[in-house]
Antibody, heavy 122, light 113 residues
């Protein structure tokens, strides 16, 4: 079964940092472009970042641009999202999602993880 | 950014009846190079991640029941559930992939009447 698994969420103080990870099983992560999508409690879905399969192309939503860094380690079949200067508005479930093909704009997300919850609070 | 507006925000439908969700885009998502509508639909059940139902506005993903259908072109789209089942209770989202950033509608909650 193809799946992705996120980790790294938790409680962080305002202004703090967090590093989220995404791993894959059942498929080769290095062959796919990947995305992060977040969902604030009781709210809708917000795409926040994209990385191509090679890592050569990376895009961010304006809401996280300048304080987030997306990277991947294809040798370890893993993806990482470093988020800094966190505020209460960043409180959300963060989903790692596979793009169904390798082109831009990123095509629909066909595999999603269960998400990792980030709570920003003092 | 392209804004997607779904209507209604919620609807309650009797089992076996038809449910229709609309998605209106602030600009056309008909992509010139593919001549296809770059619009997808997702289903999110409580406590679960979203599940991709449909892409190209009307192409069902493998395993999606045929009671789900998508229609529309350009800026106006509809997701229809022809005969609502109990397992269809969920929030449904449209998403455009015509422009970066990809954007989602606000969601439509479907319940049983």
């Amino acid at each position: 079964e193809m799946q992705v698994v996120e980790s790294g969420g938790g409680l962080v103080q305002p202004g703090g940092s967090l590093r989220l990870s995404c791993g894959a099983s059942g498929f080769n992560l290095r062959s796919y472009s990947m995305n992060w999508v977040r969902q604030a409690p009781g709210k809708g879905l917000e795409w926040i970042s994209y990385i191509s399969s090679s890592g050569s192309a990376i895009f961010y939503a304006d809401s996280v641009k300048g304080r987030s860094t997306l990277s991947r380690d294809n040798a370890k079949n893993s993806l990482f999202l470093q988020m800094d200067s966190l505020s209460a508005e960043d409180t959300a479930i963060y989903y790692c999602a596979r793009a169904s093909a390798e082109w831009l704009p990123p095509p629909p997300f066909d595999i999603w993880g269960q998400g990792t919850l980030v709570i920003v609070s003092s | 950014d392209i804004v997607l507006t779904q209507s209604p925000d919620s609807l309650a439908v009797s089992l076996g009846e038809r449910a229709a969700i609309n998605c209106k885009s602030s600009q056309s998502v008909l992509y010139s190079s593919t001549n296809k509508n770059h619009l997808a639909w997702y289903q999110q059940k409580p406590g679960q991640p979203p599940k991709l139902l449909m892409h190209w506005a009307s192409t069902r993903e493998s395993g999606v029941p045929d009671r789900f259908s998508g229609s529309g072109s350009g800026t106006d789209f509809t997701l229809t559930i022809s005969s609502l089942q109990a397992e269809d209770v969920a929030v449904y989202y449209c998403q455009q992939y015509s422009n970066t950033p990809p954007t989602f509608g606000q969601g439509t909650k479907v319940e049983i009447k």
